[in-house]
């Protein structure tokens, strides 16, 4: 076992239920607790080989509400995506509503968009949205965001480029 992984294992051994313990008393669901729980080590596993272990954390509760903390923000937003979603489905009539295998690719496609639309900046989710969902043209958006058209060329394909990263797990 490397060095970064044996100072991960005894991260875990010593703080693994307490982390529980503070998901839980945010989330009310002992299951989602243990699932965050768990993914906030998952995560420090993937980080370990660059960071070369979590040896010199001088306050590794701290450390460890900073990654579950980002962690929760993104489980509460797909879970407001997932009912807003569900919300908008229930206007629908009946013989429109989708099965439920339709619902889930749905629901991950909604996460897969928000996903992408967080990891972007301001100008570049503008520009893609104008793109996307107004339809306009690459000289209409460098007027709305008063930029060049060669700059809102550089904007969707810095998002083009960011959802492909996303799509192929080219980001940790």
């Given at each position: 076992?490397?060095?970064a992984h044996h100072s991960l294992h005894s991260l875990y051994s010593e703080h693994h239920?307490?982390?529980?313990?503070?998901?839980?008393?945010?989330?009310g669901s002992r299951h989602d607790a243990d699932d965050l729980a768990q993914d906030t080590f998952v995560r420090l596993?993937?980080?370990?080989p660059q960071a070369a272990g979590v040896?010199?954390?001088r306050e590794p509760p701290a450390y460890l509400t900073t990654v579950a903390r980002g962690l929760l923000i993104?489980?509460?937003r797909r879970g407001d995506l997932e009912r807003a979603y569900l919300a908008d489905l229930a206007?629908?009539?009946?013989a429109l509503q989708p099965s439920p295998e339709e619902r889930l690719a749905a629901v991950q496609m909604l996460q897969a968009v928000?996903?992408?639309l967080q990891g972007l900046t301001s100008k570049t989710r503008?520009?893609?949205?104008?793109?996307?969902?107004?339809?306009?043209?690459?000289?209409?958006?460098?007027a709305q965001l008063n930029v060049s058209v060669p700059r809102v060329r550089q904007l969707l394909a810095n998002a083009a480029r960011h959802a492909y990263q996303l799509r192929f797990g080219a980001l940790t």
């Open positions: 076992m490397s060095a239920g307490w982390l529980q313990a503070w998901l839980r008393r945010r989330l596993l993937l980080r370990a040896d010199g954390l993104d489980f509460w206007l629908q009539p009946e928000d996903a992408l503008a520009a893609w949205l104008m793109s996307r969902l107004d339809g306009c043209t690459h000289a209409e958006i460098a």
